[in-house]
């Protein structure tokens, strides 16, 4: 499965992994894919550099990337705590009681919040930055929008391909202006932040929009044949997120939450502000229905949502419970129904698409 | 572009092709493609009758089919009069409201809505039906939910194959256990009635779940590269609907309706109860702003939110009141952006195909 970005990018399948777990990462590019690791969990910077240490020992000189989450937008001198006087009392005050409804427990004194969104700020993604433009990483990809100009200069001065994800072919040319290398064409299907135009009208659009620019298709690809009919809507690639969720390398919090997702059917999801204040697709659960209930408080603007339930999601996670218990994932989640290698998730994908590429040749009447 | 469906049915090429207009449904049928006439708008049995024969005379003896809205569920003895008088007064003042703000003049005395809803009563459907079945229709499609046993039955008696279209794979297998012949799978993305599920993901699992039975690709689809997209996620077929609508040989109520049409970019639509009652997509205005509008009533259920606005809806036509004016398409509207015939959309459909695959066997590396 070869494409001109395959190529530059000197890997064998145009089958790009987003993960936050460095062990399928690794996994991906191992198996001739390419293992983008998310960043946006990393608060300190000497996690990530020894999250990359270990990537850099596990994939074989074959290439990786890294996704950061940062906004184009600058905001000077804004801190966590600025941010969180911003929430009103209100809102906490419902937070308490959703949690309380369903005997959520307290963390201990002194237990910090794991689920942190401080990752999604400014300042942590440069520091996050700093630490990967030492590792020979081939790709860095923003999830928010372009990165900033000086960003941008900097990967293409360390040889750094730039990605960026968009939900229409607006976005897309915005991107391609701001000097990206790569779009990310993000489908309503997807999970995390998406729009509302479906992949399959989506990809053609944004490839349009942006040629002679590679669009990579993202949004309810989980199988062989879904990856046979990006590459058919013009996309130089596939970029894969939910499906490596339920891997047997992912180190999810919980058993509980993989259950959830070995379980859910493609109608089990909810575009939802309740995350992080932006529509972001994930697990429909009584939490996602508390936030989205017109006759609740309703949530708040990026970042605020974010800072305001990081202490809940960590809560949530830590003591499974399971009608509260979430994650961003897409309407593939219907298919995620075994727990699979990435090595064999990978097979299957390639296989899979070669079934589909010969079926497509038999309807063409083309000899294969 | 044949498949196991298009030999069954003797047709050149897996494309079938929605459209309320015979002469669009001819020029499909004559095309290669397989043309299906909506028959909703017929409310009087011997229109249905001469559009048939003008269709049939209009064909070249190749196959075509209809499309009509029937439910699954009998109502018995339920009049159009008793209907009407289950909408509450507040919601007529609504209407009234909304049309005086934007200046929409009155029909003349004694001239009919010319846009009714009563097709999509059981007793209509089947006086249509009774029309249908003296012509050598070769497929009977239903877009809402299964035919009754009987109808079905009658379609088989007749040799005529039955269509269904389905928004989920459970709402599939329903289709199944009925006996229904043929699955249109419609994708979120897709113009009228769509559930939530986008084409990427529900074509697939509609496939699995009714095989070996044939499922049509509904929703987003509207160029070659589409085409082969649907193809690979294992349909046998592909379903079109609102790429005809600005086909020259359609005749939509008025030119400023086409002019919006090719205007419109694929986030102009949206999933809204205010035409039927029940989710259908179509082009977003201030009338579906209205509608949707949490200060305002809301909508009501299906069929009193139809025969609600039937009226109104004739008016905003009539009179071409601009920033009303709208119609059931999809998010292809976005690449609808010239009047071709139906016969060039076709040939641009058909190419688009081949270099379609010309592309994933590039990729694929095979050699073709």
Redesign the interface.
Known sequence: ???ELSRTLGIEH?IFGFTPFPAVAAAITRAGGFGVLGAVRYTAPEDLARDLDWMQEHTDGLPYGLDVVMPAKKVEGVTEADVEGMIPEGHREFVRETLAKHGVPELADGEASGWRITGWMEQVARSQLDVAFDYPIRLLANALGSPPPDVVQRAHDHGVLVAALAG??RHARHHADAGIDVVVAQ???AGGHT????????T??VVEAVAPLPVLAA???G?G??I???????AQGVWLGSIWLTAAEAELHSRALTAKLLAA???DTVRSRALTGKPARQLRTEWTDAWDD?AGPGTLPMPLQGLLVAEAVSRIQKYEVTPLLGTPV???V??MNSERSVRQIFDDLTRG??Q??D???R????S?
């Open positions: 499965m070869k494409t145009a229409s072919a489908g309503y299907e729009g509302e135009i479906a992949s399959m009208v989506l053609p659009e949004g309810g690809i199988s044949e879904q046979a009919a990006g590459l058919a809507l013009g059917g493609s109608g017109p897409g309407q593939i219907g298919r698409f070669e589909a590429v079926r497509i040749n309807i063409a009447g083309r294969s």
